[in-house]
């Protein structure tokens, strides 16, 4: 063990900006030391190495982080937090930086964090509460210990949720290859020296891009980083919804066991339908919890900024605030909100045959419209939800829409703003010659200049009954969002038959994931006007609350 007081120069960054954050308390406590590579023993014996930052005077309370990833990744939080009088605990999951054993994800964290939490609660300084926090990996660690003996008193989570395999790998029922193949690609360099990890970063736009078009999809990994993890195997090998493979993966099974918990999402997050479906479940299972939504991709500097703010109110007895807190995306701040989703009204819009949306009832003839699909060629994602930094958040969209196989409808400019705040749905009748097929349905705002960018998607693999050619009316829910169409903007509605690799391509085949050695084509069309209209309804909400402050939430 070593002790040190200093920051690595990659954290230096972050800890100013935590100190420059508006409504942050005052530092309290100086003299913040690091007990680095404590060795805590995992109930099989492993060691799971752990730095603990506190000042000499700190008081009861705990901060407690457990990560995969480089403990000195969070040493401007723990330095921060620890000068505010708080002790910090930060220990690198089993097989990662130090810590003994392999890294199996998910696997091991339910016993690894009560061993952990064992340990903390028998230190003569951990008199206090012990507030667990941190986002994606982190938050996954948090949900681990609600399934124990022992749980934290509070916990911040951000941009995570409690089921793995149906929050970001099987969204929609087939396989989210993009996320997946872009976190295997960091693990497989993270703990590589320097020069080696410098160049297959400055390769990785390319890697991931070879990974993701690669036949078979268990291939990806190794076309990409040379590495061939089991982890990516597994996952790829355990795609039927329900397998029974992850059933000890899903964590916190009992909502009602979750301790007081802060949620953090974004809207352009790859975690926000199951994080939203988390903040549901613990709703109606009367935990208290507070939710914060904003217009952030995954790992956007303001999740920790607002972490660190909520776990300091929390830690220091703030006085409650409002249980929702949301961002509008498109310029309309922030909102305080008694529940979400708000109580809305809907707004539906007609898909037309001459590629409009319009008000139900607005006279225009029936029709169809067909395109092919071939999953040789796959409509490409141009954006979304994603762990790859290369294609996440909002996107241009003029290149896909330039596409034969991507259909599109726009409805006339807005008037006065439209705020839509919830899930839109859409329903739509189609019929295939494969039975075998995607529906991805994505909601755009086109500007005065004509540039579409998205707001939110919806993606969904259909079940295979239908015969060929036979029409089928399905249902899909896009995910949720806050936001506010400009005035002089208008909608559109793409709709597609797939948007790789946001979601792996379509085989048109029954082959499992892990094959795709054939690959074959299919004609949509899609029936619209008369006895199968095609209709968008977004939630429009019934008592917008005034905005608050535009900037970080308070």
């Known amino acids: 063990m070593s002790r040190d007081d200093r920051l690595p120069w990659t954290a230096r960054a972050e800890y100013r900006r935590l100190r420059s954050a508006p409504g942050m308390p005052p530092q309290t406590h100086r003299g913040v030391r690091r007990t680095s590579g404590i060795a805590v023993p995992a109930d099989d014996g492993v060691a799971l190495l752990t730095d603990h930052w506190a000042a000499e005077d700190a008081g009861p309370h705990t901060v407690l982080i457990r990560t995969p990833y480089d403990r000195n990744g969070v040493a401007a939080v723990a330095r921060f937090l620890a000068e505010r009088g708080h ?10 930086f130090g810590s003994g054993g392999d890294f199996r994800p998910l696997h091991d964290e339910a016993a690894d964090g009560q061993a952990t939490l064992r340990w903390l609660r028998a230190q003569p300084w951990a008199t206090g509460l012990v507030h667990s926090w941190g986002g994606s990996y982190f938050g996954v660690t948090q949900w681990a210990y609600c399934d124990g003996a022992l749980r934290p008193d509070a ?23 993009d996320t997946p193949l872009a976190w295997a690609y960091a693990l497989g360099v993270q703990e590589r020296r320097l020069p080696a990890r410098l160049w297959r970063l ?41 397998d029974p493979w992850w059933d ?18 974004g809207w352009q997050d790859l975690f926000l339908v199951g994080q939203l479906q988390d903040h549901t479940a613990l709703q109606g299972a009367g935990v208290r919890t507070r939710l914060i939504v904003g217009d952030w991709i995954h790992g956007a500097p303001e999740i920790t900024v607002i972490g660190v703010r909520e776990a300091l109110r929390a830690l220091e007895g703030e006085p409650e605030a409002a249980p929702v807190r949301v961002e509008i995306s498109g310029g309309g701040g922030w909102r305080d909100l008694a529940a979400w989703p708000p ?34 060629d796959p409509t490409p994602d141009a954006g979304g939800r994603t762990l790859n930094p290369f294609s996440a958040g909002r996107r241009d969209q003029r290149r896909r829409e330039s596409r034969e196989d991507v259909l599109l409808f726009t409805g006339e400019p807005l008037p006065d703003p439209l705020l839509v705040m919830g899930s839109a749905e859409i329903g739509l009748t189609l019929a295939s010659t494969n039975p075998r097929v995607d529906v991805f349905v994505r909601l755009c705002e086109v500007d005065a200049r004509g540039i579409s960018r998205t707001v939110t998607d919806g993606y969904l693999r259909l079940s295979p009954e239908a015969a060929p050619g036979e029409p089928r009316s399905v249902r899909v829910v896009l995910a949720p969002i806050a936001h506010r169409f400009a005035p002089g903007s208008r909608l559109r509605v793409q709709v597609s ?23 074959v084509a299919s004609t949509q069309t899609l ?25 970080v939430p308070r």
């Open 497 to 519: 038959w797939g948007a790789h690799p946001l979601h792996l391509r379509n085989p048109g085949t029954a082959d499992p994931v892990r094959d795709h050695s054939r690959l």
């Open 87 to 96: 002790h910090v605990v930060v220990q690198s999951c089993r097989g990662t």
């Open 202 to 242: 400055l390769r990785a736009r390319g890697a991931l891009a070879r990974g993701a078009r690669t036949v078979p999809p268990s291939e990806a990994v190794p076309a990409a980083l040379g590495d061939d993890p089991q982890f990516f195997r597994d996952w790829v090998e355990h795609s039927d919804p329900g």
């Open 248 to 265: 000890p993966l899903h964590f916190a099974s009992d909502p009602a066991a979750v301790p007081p918990v802060t949620l953090m999402a």
């Open 343 to 376: 109580p809305s009204t809907p707004h539906p819009r007609e898909l037309t045959a001459d590629g409009r949306l319009v008000a139900p009832g607005t006279a225009h003839t029936e029709g169809a419209l067909t395109s092919r699909y071939d999953p040789a």
């Open 155 to 177: 916990m911040g989570i951000a941009v995570s949720a409690r089921r793995f395999d149906e929050a970001i790998l099987y969204l929609g029922r087939g396989f989210s290859i």
């Open 527 to 551: 029936l619209l006007g008369g006895a199968t209209p095609a209709v968008l309804s977004l939630p429009v909400p019934t008592d917008a609350a005034p905005a608050v402050h535009p900037g």
